[in-house]
């Protein structure tokens, strides 16, 4: 049985973007040819236009599914914790270790943040929506000190995400990871109960 017009440009949509993510990670993203990725991909520039408008819509795309691929893998942190208070300190770390993978890196945290500008709302306050969660659970569990957790959440999500974007800035993995991290675990020792 032939695919489907849906399954066809699914099939399509999901070419481009592989090849997209592919060159990108290599190349960035001004160093990257829609001409050349397109044709590696078997596709024409036409397909790129009608799916995504622009090389830009492009970028998006690419970038929200590592994006989406980087909640799964948090996610699968806080299932895997024994507790509560390993979830939220696994995933925090795991993010900051996040930013020092080249792709992560060069698509999420330099590229898209230089052409596409800051993170949507929505994808913002779903992130802080799961950080207040975990941190009212942590203060429910009597963990962590009482405070309002959306604004403790705001606090430690922007910290973490000027982190990421430090530790982007490196280019290739230094200190800056492990430094990081070193001040995460201070930071978080901070909101322990006494």
């Known amino acids: 049985m032939p695919p489907t017009r849906a399954e066809m440009i699914e099939t399509t949509r999901a070419k481009l973007i592989a090849a997209a993510r ?9 160093g990257t040819s829609m001409d050349d990725f397109t044709a590696q991909a078997g596709l024409t520039r036409g397909a790129l236009y009608h799916h995504f408008g622009d090389k830009k819509g492009l970028l ?3 970038a929200g599914q ?3 691929e980087m909640d799964v893998r948090l996610q699968a942190i806080s299932r ?3 507790d509560t208070w390993s979830a939220f300190r696994g995933r925090c770390r795991a993010y900051l270790e996040m930013a020092g993978e080249p792709e992560i890196r060069r698509i999420v945290l330099q590229d898209a943040r230089a052409v596409l500008g800051p993170v949507p709302a929505a994808a913002q306050q779903q992130c802080l929506g799961s950080l207040s969660a975990l941190l009212q659970r942590l ?3 009597g963990v962590v000190e009482p ?5 403790l959440a705001r606090l430690i999500n922007g910290a973490l995400v000027d982190a990421a974007f430090w530790i982007a800035e490196e280019g290739e993995p230094g200190p800056r990871v492990a430094q990081a991290l070193e001040a995460l675990d201070l930071l978080l020792r901070g909101l322990l109960r006494r």
Do not use: H, N
């Open 139 to 141: 203060m429910d569990e």
């Open 80 to 82: 895997q914790a024994p």
């Open 147 to 151: 405070a309002e957790p959306l604004v």
């Open 66 to 68: 590592i994006d989406g």
């Open 60 to 62: 998006a795309a690419v």
């Open 22 to 30: 592919r060159a990108f990670r290599q190349s960035g993203y001004a």
